[in-house]
Nanobody
Framework: QVHLVESGGGLAQAGCSLR?????????????MGWFRQAPGKERQFVAA????????KYADSVQGRFTVSRDNTKNTLFLQMDSLKPEDTALYFC?????????????????WGQGTQVTVSS
């Protein structure tokens, strides 16, 4: 069983940056990983993903050019660098992993989920 723990969320002003981390424990071979977010009253949506080989990556259109996903397999850690934050980025951010080398943008393709870390962006 893979266990995921996110950190790095918090309160930021619009235009500022935050960096999220997700540490994985348990068997992790060939896991593609991703970030999803869920705003109050809305469905959970895809943000970014990276495959086991740390490339290629995929981003949602709403974060393309502002967010950067990366991973360090030596430290079992997934990152999400969030720059030029906007109030609409406010959400609970979840780390996810799937038993497959390759990325997916679909929630149903992910096998493991963290508890989430809150990001709040003020205008």
């Amino acid at each position: 069983q893979v266990h995921l723990v996110e950190s790095g969320g918090g309160l930021a002003q619009a235009g500022c940056s935050l960096r999220l981390s997700c540490v994985a424990s348990g068997p992790q071979f060939a896991l593609a990983m991703g970030w999803f977010r869920q705003a109050p009253g809305k469905e959970r949506q895809f943000v970014a993903a990276v495959n086991w080989f740390a490339g290629p990556v995929k981003y949602a259109d709403s974060v393309q050019g502002r967010f950067t996903v990366s991973r360090d397999n030596t430290k079992n850690t997934l990152f999400l660098q969030m720059d030029s934050l906007k109030p609409e980025d406010t959400a609970l951010y979840f780390c996810a992993a799937r038993n497959n080398y390759f990325i997916s943008t679909s929630l149903g393709d992910y096998d493991y989920w963290g508890q989430g870390t809150q990001v709040t962006v003020s205008s």
